[in-house]
């Protein structure tokens, strides 16, 4: 499942970008929101795919996710179908104060002030917009 997230800054900048594959793509694109150095955008970029920025293809894009530990291959089908339990994650060392977002367990945004993409301060805030399936 795909999740838009908004961003907004204190300086006004606002946007948003995807995060996750959805039905169609799942298996062979996963977006992830970056910004990007050259023009400043908030954008997303598929990192199974070449690290351009879509607005300008330029290949100065900061990822805003996280590297996390590999979920069990036999995790990620039940990851998919909601079938997880928490209790489960924890017993394995996994934990959801930062989210585990990406379909296949590698993917985190964590919830923190992030760097904006125009005014380069750590004052950028992301926040879940619509779920796209």
């Known amino acids: 499942m795909a999740e838009e997230l908004l961003g907004n800054c204190d300086c006004g900048f606002t946007g948003s970008a995807i995060l996750g594959g959805v039905r169609t793509n799942y298996l062979t694109e996963l977006p992830v929101p970056h910004r990007c150095l050259a023009c400043k955008a908030f954008v997303t970029v598929n990192v199974w795919g070449e690290l351009v920025c879509p607005e ?41 104060n930062s989210r585990v977002l990406a379909e296949d367990g590698t993917v985190t945004i964590l919830d923190r002030w992030h760097t904006c993409p125009r005014c380069e301060k750590r004052t950028f805030r992301l926040s879940l917009g619509d779920h796209y399936d």
Do not use: I, M
């Open 56 to 96: 300008c293809s330029s290949t100065q894009v900061e990822s805003y996710a996280t590297a996390t530990k590999q979920l069990p291959n036999d995790w990620l089908t039940r990851l998919q179908y909601g079938k997880l339990k928490d209790s489960e994650l924890f017993e394995k060392g996994f934990h959801r």
